[in-house]
Structure formats: C-alpha cells, structure tokens
Nanobody, 125 residues
Framework: QVQLVESGGGLVQAGGSLRLSCAAS????????IGWFRQAPGKEREFVGV????????YYADSVKGRFTISRDNAKNTVYLQMNSLEPEDTAVYYC??????????????????WGQGTQVTVSS
C-alpha cells in the first residue's frame, strides 16, 4: 500500500508559479502511476495529469497542457507538479493519487487506489 502526502500549496497571483510535491511511502510507489487531480468548491474532482511509473510518459488535461508539468524522483519517493502561468480558474484543492494495478496513464478517479489529503492552491486575480 502507498501513503501519499501533498505539500507546496499556497496563495499566488495570477501569472505566478507554484510547485507541489507528493511524498510517498510504501514499497509499491516506484511501480505506480501517479496522478494529480483538483477539486474546486461545489465542483467534482477533475483530472489534471498523470505520470507513468518510470517517468517516461505523461498525460495532461487540456486545461493545463503547456502550463503544468509532472515529474518524479523515485529515489526520493516524490512526484512534483510544476504549475506556471496560474489562473484564478486553477484555484482548488490539489490531490495526488497512486494507481498500483498497472493501468496505462489512468485518468479516472476510480482507477486510483490511494489518495493524499490534498493541498490548497489559491490564485488571486
């Protein structure tokens, strides 16, 4: 089983940048795809992006493509979400999640086995 803890959220002005981290424990982390999701007040949790177990492949939602980048360091058991050119519409609680069954770049919340507690990102206009 994988346990996940997000950090790095905060308040930033529009156009600014933040880097979120997802620190993991558990022996299956290095073989798991890690996804990022976000949930704004009153809205459903939505897919942001995902990285394969070895970091060789990524996939992003259209709304963040070209602005957000996911990377991972398996030696440090950490996945990163670099967010640039932030917009007020990016305001949400951001979650990382682990998928341990081997699905290729999963995008549905139901595909993931473990979730972090979330970190708040607020972008002011």
């Amino acid at each position: 089983q994988v346990q996940l803890v997000e950090s790095g959220g905060g308040l930033v002005q529009a156009g600014g940048s933040l880097r979120l981290s997802c620190a993991a424990s558990g022996r299956t982390f290095s073989t798991s795809s890690i996804g990022w999701f976000r949930q704004a007040p009153g809205k459903e949790r939505e897919f942001v992006g995902v990285i394969s177990w070895n970091g060789g492949n990524t996939y992003y939602a259209d709304s963040v493509k070209g602005r957000f980048t996911i990377s991972r360091d398996n030696a440090k058991n950490t996945v990163y979400l670099q967010m640039n050119s932030l917009e007020p519409e990016d305001t949400a609680v951001y979650y990382c999640a682990a998928e341990t069954s081997g699905s290729y770049l999963p995008r549905r919340t139901t595909s993931y086995d473990a979730w972090g507690q979330g970190t708040q990102v607020t972008v002011s206009s």
